[in-house]
């Protein structure tokens, strides 16, 4: 019988001196009768359950350890019973200078603060706290865990970096969002660090009420920063009404902005109509071109800003408004104001928050994935599966784009609809791309002597191209190379068009 025990016990891998001691525990903790230790039937089931015991540890323990989040368990003192490989990485020290430590020493050494553990002991309950850990700061997460007379017996703790939680968000939110902005076409996209520190100090800034204003280049997108700065706001169940001041005529503003009332003037409505300030109400009003202004109606928005009221045409009595307004130009406004053409008391009322949004050519690391998102929705819309060659992206790459997003995507539409093949090339770009399309371009050195007639020739060629490349048209050409217009339209045909034709013959 006792060489039978033995045996049985064997594949438990357990020595004999502890075999009792441990049965015993085990046969407590798997809720077995103590005489199942004592034969061999109740001995091979004690080990099968021993077996599955270990096999959920090691589950337990291997899903702990590589958890995406860093993990720390305490007792219900503090003192650590368990952190993971990621906790012992991101803290920068080996674990068993950790565990068995009590999470108040460890604070003391600063290796992370606050101690979220000791908070979360103290006050009896689930804490989620920013932790300072080694050089980054984390989103921790303590949880006690009760017995069931109510005292806390352990203490599981999770963690993350703030910066990884930022991608996810970053991620969803461009995944997301552009789709509400814009239809569908996903123009919120970016990768550059210019971008990234935008977009940061519009996160900063759009839960508050100031105004903003946006500066930069037509297309580079300041519609739809507009629209995020109002649906991250406090006003986002509110209206976005938006008003183009560029393509209302100069006559029609003054109603579109303020409304009118009933018999106003001729072909007025009867009853009046409201206008866009007031449809904003509770909401944000976003004037675009702001620059297109009519000084007669900058002094009108003032008073609008200044008081929060507004006074239909034709009315009498001045109606109550509560609006953010945000309002963007591609024109020199602080020029306008030494010129007359634009009201200075305006301008420091709209420009609290100035916001310049760099243009394409200065952040050219969002030109890739700018392309991708637009490429995908116009091969989805229009059922087609067109990809782009690598000489393609490079043209994009280099390419000055004076139009920018919105030229970007024009264009990719463009090839998108045109193309048969499947495979967009270069020579089927427009023929300003054309100077990027030639590799032939080198600089020139000198190790044996040419004609030099040849030589001015090359040089002549190399800045004939670099101009057209950088200006895009033989006026700023002649301009910047100091020649009439006529030369340098001959000299682009010679050594810019006549080169791209060829290459696409």
């Not at 003192?79 to 950790?98: A, D, M, S, W, Y």
């Not at 963690?159 to 991620?171: G, Y």
């Not at 264009?411 to 495979?423: F, I, K, Q």
Request: proline share 4%; glycine share 8%.
């Amino acid at each position: 019988m006792e060489e039978e025990k033995w045996e049985g016990v064997d594949d438990c891998c357990l020595g004999e001196a502890d075999y009792r001691a441990f049965a015993a525990a085990v046969c407590e903790a798997v809720g077995a009768a103590p005489s199942d230790a004592e034969s061999r039937e109740g001995l091979e089931r004690l080990g099968r359950q021993i077996r599955s015991l270990q096999g959920n540890y090691w589950i337990l323990h291997t899903a702990c350890e590589y958890s995406a989040d860093s993990i720390h368990i305490t007792d219900g003192k503090g003192n650590t019973l368990f952190v993971n490989k990621v906790f012992e990485e991101r803290v920068g020290i080996p674990r068993e200078k950790i565990l068995q430590r009590n999470v108040k020493d460890i604070e003391k050494e600063e290796l992370y603060y606050p101690s979220v553990v000791a908070l979360a002991i103290k006050e009896q309950r689930k804490l989620t706290m920013t932790q300072a850990a080694h050089g980054s700061t984390t989103i921790t997460t303590s949880t006690p865990v009760f017995d069931e007379e109510g005292n806390i017996v352990l203490v599981v703790s999770n963690a993350r970096p703030v910066e990884e939680l930022k991608l996810l968000h970053d991620f969803f939110q461009r995944r997301e969002e552009p789709h509400e902005l814009t239809g569908g076409r996903p123009q919120l996209i970016y990768r550059s660090g210019q971008m990234a520190g935008l977009m940061d100090l519009l996160d900063r800034v759009a839960p508050v009420d100031s105004a903003v204003l946006l500066t930069g280049e037509s297309g580079t997108g300041k519609s739809v920063l507009a629209h995020y700065i109002h649906i991250h706001s406090g006003r986002a169940d509110g209206k976005f009404v938006k008003i183009n001041c560029a393509a209302i005529p100069e006559t029609l503003l003054e109603s579109e902005l303020f409304g009118y009332e009933s018999g106003a003037f001729t072909g007025a409505k009867q009853g009046g109509k409201r206008g866009l300030i007031e449809v904003a109400n509770g909401g944000t009003l976003f004037l675009d071109e702001i620059g297109d202004m009519p000084l007669m109606l900058q002094a009108k928005l003032l008073q609008v800003i200044q008081y929060g009221e507004i006074q239909r045409i034709g009315g009498e009595e001045p109606i109550r408004v509560d609006i953010r307004v945000i309002s963007a130009t591609n024109q020199n406004l602080e020029r306008m104001m030494e010129e007359g053409r634009f009201r200075s008391d305006l301008f420091y009322r709209l420009n609290v928050v100035p916001v310049r949004v760099p243009a394409l050519r200065q952040r050219p690391e969002d030109i890739a994935p700018l392309t991708e998102a637009f490429l995908q929705y116009n091969n989805e819309k229009y059922q087609k599966n067109v990809v782009f060659s690598y000489e393609v992206m490079e043209c994009f790459y280099h390419y000055q784009w004076p139009g920018n997003i919105r030229e970007l995507e024009n264009l990719v539409e463009r090839l998108v609809v045109t193309n048969r093949s499947g495979l967009v090339s270069a020579p089927e770009l427009p023929t300003e791309f054309c100077v990027y399309f030639s590799k032939e371009q080198k600089p020139i050195v000198v190790n044996s002597p040419i004609r030099l007639q040849d030589a001015l020739e090359e040089v002549e060629r190399q800045l004939v191209r670099a101009a057209y490349a950088q200006l895009g048209s033989s006026y700023k050409v002649a301009k910047q190379l100091g020649i009439s217009q006529s030369g340098a339209s001959r000299r682009i045909q010679k050594y810019v068009l006549e080169s791209w034709h060829e290459k696409k013959k």
